[in-house]
């Protein structure tokens, strides 16, 4: 895999200093290693448990669970968008939310209004692959190593959001018509992350499509734990409330680690797309 130079690290022509106008800042994002997919994993579960649990429980109704979420989702992106560089206690508080926030979406296009899953899978399959174009075309890459302007931030955290929706519709849309149960589905999607890993490591997959591919099927993988582990029916029952205060201790433990180890500190010379 060779390394792409940002523009906002180039060199200049004529040897002065360089003067982008997109600000360049520090890298916004962690280091793709074992500790992101895993953090990544079980935001996915409780942005699926969370969401049941607020609408169930909290009397709010889908619509009002989800303005509350996207406006704390609102939130969360200011703090992160005006820090300086990647902070792990700031980056994943936002990924959690938008995992609600993307599940909500669409839950709110299936349930609310009645869309059929497979037209949503496709919508958002299309909105998501226009993001990945219009970032391209500005940028000239869809690195993880450069996510280092305003306007590369933006489009990743568009990305991200559709991935997060997109893997649910897809999810649900797999889930109802093979009708594996939650475990058989966690185990379906488990071994098609692991077939793209393969792909990427013993086949040579582009990283960055490695990474994205992997980065939507982390969301139904993330679900189908969940539920299993909240569903009575079909899985272990612990509920919504328990599943949720577990994997965010477990988000939670994951955060400290790495805020005092520093290992998810991305080292551009060295990172890789899909994991290190």
């Not at 895999?1 to 994002?29: C, F, I, L, N």
């Not at 109704?61 to 992106?77: K, M």
């Not at 306007?151 to 797999?174: H, I, P």
């Not at 594996?180 to 890993?197: D, E, K, M, N």
């Amino acid at each position: 895999m060779t390394y792409e130079t940002s523009e906002s690290q180039a060199a200049p022509e004529d040897g002065q200093t360089p003067r982008s106008r997109h600000r360049p800042r520090g890298t916004k994002v962690p280091e793709v290693t074992l500790s992101f997919w895993i953090i990544k994993v079980l935001c996915t579960t409780v942005g699926r448990t969370a969401a049941d649990l607020l609408n169930e429980k909290a009397g709010l109704g889908l619509t009002g669970v989800s303005f509350l979420l996207s406006a704390l989702l609102a939130v969360a992106l200011v703090v992160q968008f005006r820090t300086k560089a990647y902070r792990v206690g700031v980056y994943w508080p936002a990924v959690a939310l938008i995992s609600v926030v993307g599940t909500l979406i669409s839950d709110n296009l299936t349930d609310t209004m009645g869309v059929p899953l497979e037209t949503s899978t496709t919508v958002f399959a299309i909105v998501l692959a226009v993001v990945f174009v219009v970032w391209y075309q500005r940028e000239r890459t869809l690195s993880l190593h450069h996510i280092d302007t305003t306007s590369r931030e933006s489009l990743y955290w568009l990305a991200v959001l559709f991935t997060f929706a997109l893997g649910t519709a897809a999810g649900d849309l797999v889930s109802e018509r093979i009708d594996l149960g939650y475990w058989l589905s966690a185990v379906l999607f488990a071994a098609a992350i692991a077939a793209v890993a393969i792909a990427h490591f013993a086949l040579d997959l582009d990283a960055v499509w490695s990474f994205w591919i992997a980065y939507i099927l982390t969301r139904p993988l993330g679900a189908s734990i969940g539920d299993y582990l909240s569903q009575p029916t079909d899985g272990l029952g612990l509920g919504t409330v328990v599943t949720s205060v577990l994997f965010l201790a477990v988000i939670l433990g994951l955060v400290i680690y790495l805020s005092v180890t520093r290992r998810d500190v991305a080292e551009p010379e060295q990172a890789t797309e899909f994991v290190a």
